[in-house]
């Protein structure tokens, strides 16, 4: 199963949003309500900012919202602050074969 | 608060198994999913697998056959064996939960196995 395809970069003014995608097929993504997103700064753990395609955990500002159309999910940041570079990923449910499959990621860079 | 730490040898020669430890703390193993997540140096990262606190497993296809993961429930922890190490498999290797929905929502920092001779 390959992994999920992101773009390799995103860019934005502070203040302005960016919108970074994730494709898969019908056997992950578009298969199943299990879309997730992970913000990754340098040196640093995964945080978990998008689940279940559109839910937010606690503590993560609504800037962040998640959707999904057909076999690809979106990731939206509204309002786009300094601290928000870094590394996003996403990953998706895959079904029995395998359970997780991650996109590519995709550096998000505040102008 | 849930909190996970890995522990285990930095430095593991080619051929020879990897073993990592996540000790859980702030949580009961029980009832919960727990697994193993890696990226090597500069490149995304990957699913290797997870295990139910009942001892049922899932691993990735692509290292299935070399991969153990065990949990020990009386010491909160659960574990990662991966055989026959080569280079490939240097990474940051993360212990998580895996929360509800198919998430993760909580990691550990991270502990970095390099693979060399």
């Known amino acids: 199963q390959s992994a999920l395809t992101q773009p390799p970069s995103a860019s934005g003014s502070p203040g302005q949003s960016v919108t970074i995608s994730c494709t898969g097929t019908?056997?992950?993504?578009?298969?199943?309500?299990?879309v997730s997103w992970y913000q990754q700064h340098p040196g640093k753990a995964p945080k978990l900012m998008i689940y279940a395609v559109s839910k937010r955990p606690s503590g993560v500002p609504d800037r962040f919202s998640g959707s999904k159309s057909g076999n690809t999910a979106s990731l939206t940041v509204s309002g786009l602050q300094a601290e928000d570079e870094a590394d996003y990923y996403c990953s998706s449910y895959g079904g029995s074969k395998i359970s997780r499959v991650f996109g590519t990621g995709t550096k998000v860079t505040v102008l | 608060q849930v909190q996970l730490q890995e522990s285990g040898p930095g430095l593991v020669k080619p051929s020879e198994t990897l073993s990592l430890t996540c000790t859980v703390s702030?949580?009961?193993?029980?009832?919960?999913?727990w697994g193993w997540i890696r990226q090597p140096p500069g490149k995304g990262l990957e699913w290797i697998g997870y295990i139910y606190y009942s001892g049922s497993t899932s691993y990735n296809p692509s290292l299935k056959s070399r991969v153990t993961i065990s949990v020990d429930t009386s010491k909160n922890q659960f574990s990662l064996n991966l055989r026959s190490v080569t280079a490939a498999d240097t990474a940051v290797y993360y212990c998580?939960?895996?929360?509800?929905?198919?998430?993760?929502?909580?990691w550990g920092q991270g502990t970095l196995v390099t693979v060399s001779s």
């Open positions: 019908s056997s992950d993504v578009g298969g199943y309500n299990y």
């Open positions: 702030g949580d009961s193993i029980s009832p919960s999913y």
């Open positions: 998580v939960r895996e929360g509800s929905n198919w998430s993760l929502d909580y």
